[in-house]
């Protein structure tokens, strides 16, 4: 009895399989079909903001809102639009690139009202339209360039060749490699505009750079004399800051262990310790100074423009200490 239960539940639990397994199916057709299809009541709504600010006359936000619904649903209707838009904002080409693109839409639609519309609006545009031409002088290197206009690339089979663009300014941008980079704008104005383009300058090197700007020289040869007295310094420097902070610190220390009252009335031991913390703050101030003094000089050694070495090259350097401080004396040939 018990085999044959086992037997006669297999194809219940083979058919509940089956049937799990096709709504599963059914459910990612449905979610694949929901992804597919345009989200019409988003567009719908962009395109009904579109038409507020279109009669509100704010037509750079109006055509902002009809591309995001033709972007959402490509309706024929949001596409007239967005022309009428971009006519009425003044951007000729934009408007008739858009209503040519709305014709042919529209002829592959059979919508013949709305191709005849589209196709009036564009030949009502083309004695309007200006164009400017990218004159690309010829680079005897052959150099590979990026040209790109208001942020879209360019692409070399429009170079030298006239194309629509919409009134106002434009920004060009020229990259290449190993090439400095260039920016240019030009004002769209007149029925012809010829923007010339000539060959970017190679990207300076760190070589290439002349000596008087102060930028120390990388190489790779023996270390100068400059160079030597530079570093030292700079160990100098450092070791002499150390020895400011120790004493600093000690001194600090000393006087606050001095045998003083919350008055400061001290005992005579109290008074040694607070002269012995004075002395020790003269010698922290002194070492701190040579310290800043031997950094600062080490610093504007290693950056300042060096001379060509000679043979007769030599330096001589003295840290003359002060109750205020130090100063470092320096002389030097090279």
């Not at 009541?41 to 902002?64: I, Q, S, T, V």
């Not at 002349?210 to 990388?218: A, D």
Request: proline residues 4%; hydrophobic residues 40%.
């Amino acid at each position: 009895m018990t085999r044959t239960s086992q037997r006669g539940a297999r194809p219940w639990r083979a058919r509940l399989s089956t049937a799990l397994l096709l709504a599963g199916l059914v459910s990612q057709t449905a979610n694949a079909r929901a992804l597919a299809e345009p989200d019409k009541a988003l567009a719908d709504g962009l395109f009904r903001e579109g038409r507020a600010l279109m009669d509100a006359k704010d037509y750079p936000a109006a055509c902002a809102k009809f591309s995001a619904s033709w972007d959402v649903d490509p309706a024929l209707g949001t596409l007239m639009n967005l022309a009428l838009c971009y006519k009425l904002r003044g951007k000729t080409a934009s408007a008739w690139r858009i209503y040519r693109r709305a014709a042919e839409i529209a002829k592959t639609k059979g919508q013949t009202e709305r191709q005849d519309v589209a196709d009036a609006e564009a030949a009502a545009l083309e004695p309007r339209l200006l164009r400017a031409t990218l004159s690309v002088e010829a680079d005897p290197q052959n150099t590979v360039l990026s040209i790109t206009l208001d942020g879209n690339t360019v692409s070399d089979s429009d170079w030298n060749t006239p194309f629509v663009i919409d009134p106002g300014r434009h920004e060009l941008q020229i990259s290449a490699p190993g090439h400095e980079p260039r920016t240019m704008t030009f004002d769209a104005v007149r029925a012809q505009t010829v923007v010339e383009i000539r060959p970017l300058p190679k990207a300076s090197s760190l070589d290439d750079r002349p000596r008087s700007l102060g930028v120390r020289e990388l190489h790779d040869d023996s270390w100068s004399a400059q160079e030597i007295t530079a570093l030292s310094l700079g160990g100098l420097g450092l070791v002499a800051a150390g020895v400011g902070l120790h004493f600093t610190l000690d001194a600090k220390d000393t006087y606050d262990d001095a045998d003083c009252s919350a008055r400061n009335v001290c005992s005579e031991r109290g008074l040694e310790q607070q002269e012995a913390g004075k002395d020790k703050a003269i010698l922290a101030s002194v070492a701190g100074g040579v310290g800043a003094a031997a950094l600062a000089t080490a610093v504007a050694l290693w950056l300042w423009p060096q001379a060509e070495a000679t043979a007769e090259a030599s330096s001589t350097v003295a840290v003359v200490p002060s109750t205020s401080g130090a100063s470092v004396l320096f002389s030097g040939r090279y």
